[in-house]
């Protein structure tokens, strides 16, 4: 079942790259509204989500909830597309607030954490650093279907990135010891390992693992976010980067991870369709307590 899958990945991937860019966009947003009538669960979860973090109507609710679906699909189309992008049509296309925080690390002796979540275009992030000169490395999930994974594995190392899974930790703490830069996710559920946060005024079980990494490695941590804008139209936005004292007690290391927590939080507000509305953000509970 796999190959058969994989197979219809390659051929939607091979029409994607013969169609032209903007009749994609518009398929993509097309194929979007579909998902949001099929997929029900994700839709009513996405629904909930939203409602509960940021206090509108159920029908605003419903529209924006439609417009993650949408986001997402186009998300996806553009993924497929990056192998083909040139390095011009990337400086083209995207637009860098702060970048000069990025070039002072750069030219640092220090490493760097380059804190994002499920938020944008995080696959084009990573592509468009790596295109543009930036030493990056990134830790990525695994996909069920090992086929498909390798692909997208070959996308995202296609400019240059070095790409490590959820099991190779060791492998990116020794890149940041060799001051390189590396991508992190970092707005999953942790479960009960992780630290709760407060996320839309509520506790979120939150990883704190880019914080851990940055001290244990001496590097900085730095808030960055690629935004879509329009069709082709993107904003990389560089915050001022944060720093951890390798002696910092836990709970100083809290609080720059809910200082990196608010700042996904307050792009997510400013672009709350482009975030990953349809995930189980606040699935774990803080022992004996709720969160919503």
Excluded: C
């Excluded at 994609?24 to 939203?50: D, F, M, P, Q, T």
């Excluded at 860098?96 to 804190?115: D, H, M, N, P």
């Excluded at 939150?206 to 851990?212: A, M, N, Y």
């Excluded at 808030?223 to 139209?233: K, T, W």
């Amino acid at each position: 079942m796999e190959q058969v899958t994989y197979i219809f990945f390659k051929i939607f991937k091979f029409i994607i790259n013969l169609i032209p860019e903007r009749i994609n966009y518009y398929l993509a947003h097309g194929l979007g509204s579909l998902l949001y009538y099929v997929v029900k669960e994700r839709r009513e979860l996405a629904v909930k989500n939203i409602k509960s973090s940021l206090n509108v109507s159920d029908s605003r609710a419903q529209e924006l909830a439609k417009e993650v679906f949408q986001d997402l699909a186009l998300k996806f189309v553009e993924i497929l597309q990056l192998e083909q992008k040139s390095l011009t049509e990337l400086k083209e296309n995207v637009t860098v607030e702060g970048e000069e925080y990025l070039k002072e690390i750069y030219q640092s002796e220090k490493g760097a954490v380059l804190f994002t979540g499920h938020f944008g275009n995080w696959e084009l992030l990573g592509v468009y650093l790596s295109a543009v000169g930036y030493p990056i490395t990134a830790i990525a999930r695994d996909y069920k279907n090992d086929y498909i994974y390798e692909e997208v594995m070959k996308i995202r190392q296609s400019k240059g990135a070095e790409v490590f899974n959820r099991s190779e930790i060791k492998k990116a703490l020794k890149a940041l010891l060799r001051q390189k830069f590396l991508l992190i996710l970092g707005d999953q559920d942790a479960h009960q390992d992780g630290e709760f946060m407060q996320f839309f005024d509520r506790p979120a079980s939150t990883p704190l693992g880019p914080v851990k990494l940055a001290q244990r490695s001496n590097s900085y941590i730095v808030p960055i976010y690629l935004v879509r804008e329009g069709f082709n139209d993107y904003r990389l936005i560089v915050k001022e980067p944060l720093e951890i004292a390798k002696d910092a007690p836990l709970e100083e290391q809290r609080d720059v991870l809910q200082q990196l927590t608010t700042s996904l939080e307050a792009v997510i507000r400013d672009y709350p369709s482009q975030w990953l509305w349809v995930h189980r953000r606040w699935k774990t509970k803080i022992e004996g307590g709720r969160n919503d």
